[in-house]
């Protein structure tokens, strides 16, 4: 099945607690992205991906890193996480990086910093 | 900056009526419009998206949008709305000029009552 995984799915952790949350792709896509869902803002773009070795900030990367050192897999990394970075966080991947293409998600990572 | 409004938080329609959902976008160049439903403590999934061509497209579950460039708007519709479209409903818009990033509305929760 044609899908975005990501992991874990609900976590609680401390301010200063360095953590990753994974996310994988088994469709080949070449874009992968991340976001960040707050009420009343929406999606907020963080970081994304257009291939391996290649990334790129969006519009909130402040606290956060990324890598892309396979295609399949796009980790988002807090390396000091703070409580204003409790969110819910969605991953998602696309084919290729073309304004065009449909992003695909993935469940969503609750998160709480406390 | 590209930029994405959905200018109402919540629109309550009773089942069997048509339903709107209204998007409009700042003007930069062509734009690509997605439009994505979000369902309780699930990811994004993709509705319907403008890339050229026919004004009108049509999407999944029955919804179709309208994209009017001089009013830069892309309205959702479905002509009778149904319990299960009840979700948070999020406008998306991507540019040629910057193809990674992906600008989302605030969204806009649909009830639909019995």
Known sequence: EAQVTQNPRYLITVTGKKLTVTCSQNMNHEYMSWYRQDPGLGLRQIYYSMNVEVTDKGDVPEGYKVSRKEKRNFPLILESPSPNQTSLYFCASSFRLAAQETQYFGPGTRLLVL | ?114
Do not use: M
Not at chain 2, 3 to 30: M, R
Not at chain 2, 78 to 85: E, I, M
Not at chain 2, 96 to 101: L, P, S, V
């Open chain 2, 1 to 114: 900056a590209q930029s994405v409004a959905q200018p109402e938080d919540q629109v309550n329609v009773a089942e069997g009526n048509p339903l709107t959902v209204k998007c409009t976008y700042s003007v930069s160049g062509n734009p690509y419009l997605f439009w994505y439903v979000q369902y309780p403590n699930r990811g994004l999934q993709f509705l319907l998206k403008y890339i050229t061509g026919d004004n009108l497209v049509k999407g999944s579950y029955g919804f179709e949008a309208e994209f009017n460039k001089s009013q830069t708007s892309f309205h959702l519709k479905k002509p009778s709305a149904l319990v299960s479209d009840s979700a948070l409903y999020f406008c998306a818009v991507r540019f040629n000029t910057n193809a990674g990033k992906s600008t989302f509305g605030d969204g806009t929760t649909l009830t639909v009552k019995p």
